[in-house]
């Protein structure tokens, strides 16, 4: 089992585009969360998704969505990116409520 | 607010002395601990959580509710114990408030 997957690893935008983010559970992990971590912060709760609804969302815009399949793969989409947005993007999966298996991230820069 | 504080960002020790990493939560419900490591170059993991009142790799970490106070504690440090460690909350919409984070360095 590879664990949590995520891709692309690094990815560089502009102002104003959207971007997607894919993550891959654990094998028999049915929840999803997604986490964005600025640079000397800890990781702070986007979402989560569990049987392909959003379930828990924290304190993030719309511009925030995202979307998860049958097979518990999940998606995290941004719109009209801010210089702000530059971080790494952390997906986490989950049996138990709490116990979080991550992946090792996806680190955006918006120029 | 529900929030998580870890007040020192950096602590630094020598090998075979004891170790603190502290944590404060603030919470209205039951609150749910857990820390989280990470160590160079490797991914976000649990280390432990408060409800299996366990020891992993010599560390332990008890809740105190008095002093809303969840600190990461282990007797002699070791030089693989240099890491990132993050406390965490299990709010009850189940979602985690991590805290800004502890660098571990254990020196030689």
């Known amino acids: 089992d590879a664990g949590v997957t995520q891709s692309p690893t690094h990815l560089i935008k502009t102002r104003g585009q959207q971007v997607t983010l894919r993550c891959s559970p654990k094998?028999?992990?049915?929840?999803v969360s997604w986490y964005q971590q600025a640079l000397g912060q800890g990781p702070q709760f986007i979402f989560q998704y569990y049987e392909e609804e959003e379930r828990q969302r924290g304190n993030f815009p719309d511009r925030f969505s995202g979307h998860q399949f049958p097979n518990y793969s999940s998606e995290l989409n941004v719109n009209a990116l801010l210089l702000g947005d530059s971080a790494l993007y952390l997906c986490?999966?989950?049996?138990?409520?709490?116990?979080?298996?991550f992946g090792e991230g996806s680190r955006l820069t918006v120029l | 607010a529900q929030r998580v504080t870890q007040p020192e960002k950096l602590l630094s020790v020598f090998k075979g002395a004891p170790v603190e990493l502290k944590c404060n939560y603030s919470y209205s419900g039951s609150p749910e601990l857990f820390w989280y490591v990470q160590y160079s170059r490797q991914r976000l993991q649990l280390l432990l959580r408060h409800i299996s009142r366990e020891s992993i790799k010599g560390f332990t970490a008890d809740l105190n509710k008095g002093e809303t106070s969840f600190h990461l504690k282990k007797p002699f440090a070791q030089e693989e114990d240099s890491a990132m460690y993050y406390c965490?909350?299990?709010?009850?919409?189940?979602?985690?408030?991590f805290g800004a984070g502890t660098r571990l360095t254990v020196k030689p």
């Open positions: 986490a999966s989950s049996l138990t409520p709490g116990e979080l298996f």
């Open positions: 965490a909350l299990r709010t009850n919409n189940n979602d985690m408030r």
């Open positions: 094998s028999g992990h049915d929840t």
